[in-house]
């Protein structure tokens, strides 16, 4: 599967961004979708995911409460909500994707096979 993410640009804190990544290539439904992060010179962090049926999401505490994931599998597109921004949310972002049978907590990168290239978020304060 192909992901491409796209809806990042530079806002004031306070404000809000919708990201999106858009799936090609296979079915979106066949996989359990996430968010990562990263600020330059900081490890690629775990922001949010939500899995095939969109039964569940999941947000880190950094981000929880602000950020909302959703997922349209009829679209093949996956959406992150992001409402009051802070500057230290500025980072690149990146869609990933893994199958339902992957092994390992889906906060840890390397359980993604397919990755997004990243859309950049900046937060001016």
């Known amino acids: 599967v192909q992901l491409q993410a796209s809806g990042g640009g530079s806002v004031q804190a306070g404000n809000s961004l919708r990201l999106s990544c858009v799936a090609s290539?296979?079915?979106?439904?066949?996989?359990?979708m996430g968010w990562f992060r990263q600020a330059p010179g900081k490890e690629r962090e775990f922001v949010a995911g939500i899995s095939r049926a969109a039964l569940r999401s999941y947000y880190s505490d950094s981000v929880k409460g602000r950020y909302t994931i959703s997922r349209d599998n009829i679209k093949n597109i996956v959406t992150p909500q992001m409402n009051g921004l802070k500057p230290e949310d500025t980072a690149n972002y990146y869609c990933?994707?893994?199958?339902?049978?992957?092994?390992?907590?889906?906060?840890?990168?390397?359980?993604?096979?397919?990755w997004g290239r990243g859309t950049q978020v900046t937060v001016s304060s």
């Open positions: 990933a994707a893994r199958a339902a049978s992957t092994e390992g907590p889906y906060e840890r990168a390397p359980t993604y096979y397919y």
């Open positions: 290539g296979d079915t979106l439904s066949d996989y359990f």
